[in-house]
């Protein structure tokens, strides 16, 4: 993530990835974790690598959560909902709150 400050590669850096902050269901702690996205207008798309491997987007299963996202300089709110296909590959979906 420390590339994202970087003077000659931040800019193309920080268009693939960002710090999502959520807080845990269980826990109700605050946790914050770089991953990559692709956006489409107000819809950030996170696919997760290796999902057995991590918990995080667990958070957002079934009716999803509130989410916080870093973009374009600014903090981000939204509503994430996680799904798992067939072949077992995890999208969280975030729709971004209207600013």
């Known amino acids: 993530m420390t590339l994202r ?11 693939r990835l960002t710090v999502v902050t959520y807080t845990g269901r269980r826990s109700g702690r605050t946790f914050s ?11 950030v ?10 918990a995080w987007w667990r958070n ?3 009716e999803g959560g509130p989410i916080a996202l870093q973009l374009d300089g600014t903090d ?3 509503h994430a909902v996680a799904r798992r296909d067939e072949a077992g ?3 969280v979906t975030v729709h971004l709150e209207n600013r």
Do not use: E, M, N, Y
Request: hydrophobic share 40%; aromatic share 8%.
């Open 5 to 15: 400050s970087s003077p000659r590669l931040g800019r193309v850096i920080s268009r």
């Open 33 to 43: 974790t770089p991953v990559a996205f692709r956006r489409v207008a107000d819809t």
């Open 45 to 54: 798309v996170i696919g997760v690598q290796f999902p057995d491997a991590k």
């Open 60 to 62: 957002f299963l079934g």
């Open 76 to 78: 981000r709110t939204g």
């Open 89 to 91: 590959r995890v999208t």
